[in-house]
């Protein structure tokens, strides 16, 4: 896009906004921010009216997965994560407690990950901290779609958001200003 996505805005409200409201609804207390620099660290920061915690992406990183082993390594071991990346504005708290809901169905999973008829979405997936830590360092770089296949993951259907009364595009991500509008 060209643009910082974090700042823009849909209803009033930036994306970053949008996901830390869509997190703080659905009962998550601690939210974790990656950042490129403190600068955009301070920008964010002056936007929020809700405390985060914002972590640094790592300089020279190569792609989400450096980025997440930096943020995991700071987290504890036990914590649940739910990653949400800022062009997804419609994967909202209604979303987020249906992944948490088969987490705490089945504590013996590493992680739950939405999918569709387009594929799966990493980006959007919940799982234990410490487990997903232990698979990252364990092997070099990938695609985080390869690491979930590898791993006690469960994938929830896009079906099941359109039944629990999520948004219809949970699922889409902001690719195109125009993308928006949808």
């Known amino acids: 896009m060209g643009v910082d996505k974090a700042l823009l805005e849909i209803n009033e409200l930036t994306l970053l906004e949008t996901a830390v409201l869509n997190l703080d609804k659905s009962g998550i207390d601690l939210i974790h921010v990656l950042v490129k620099d403190r600068k ?38 036990k914590e649940i994560v739910q990653l949400l ?5 419609w994967f909202d708290s209604v979303a987020i407690g249906l992944l948490r809901q088969q987490m705490e169905l089945l504590p013996e999973l590493d992680g739950v990950m939405p999918v569709n008829e387009h594929g799966s979405h990493p980006l959007l997936a919940q799982f234990r ?17 390869l690491l979930f296949e590898q791993i006690n993951l469960q994938t929830v259907d896009a079906d099941d958001f359109h039944y629990a009364g999520c948004h219809p595009n949970c699922l889409l991500n902001l690719n195109y200003p125009e993308d928006l509008a949808k």
Do not use: C
């Not at 990346?85 to 504005?89: A, E, F, H, S």
């Not at 901290?129 to 695609?143: A, D, F, N, R, T």
């Open 85 to 89: 990346p800022v062009d997804t504005p």
């Open 129 to 145: 901290s410490g487990k997903i830590l232990e698979h990252l360092v364990s092997q070099p770089p990938q695609s985080l779609r």
């Open 40 to 77: 955009q660290a301070d920008t964010y920061r002056t936007i929020l009216d809700r405390s985060v915690s914002f972590h640094l992406d790592p300089q020279n990183t190569k792609g989400p997965w450096e980025a997440l082993v930096a943020m995991l390594q700071q987290l504890d071991e």
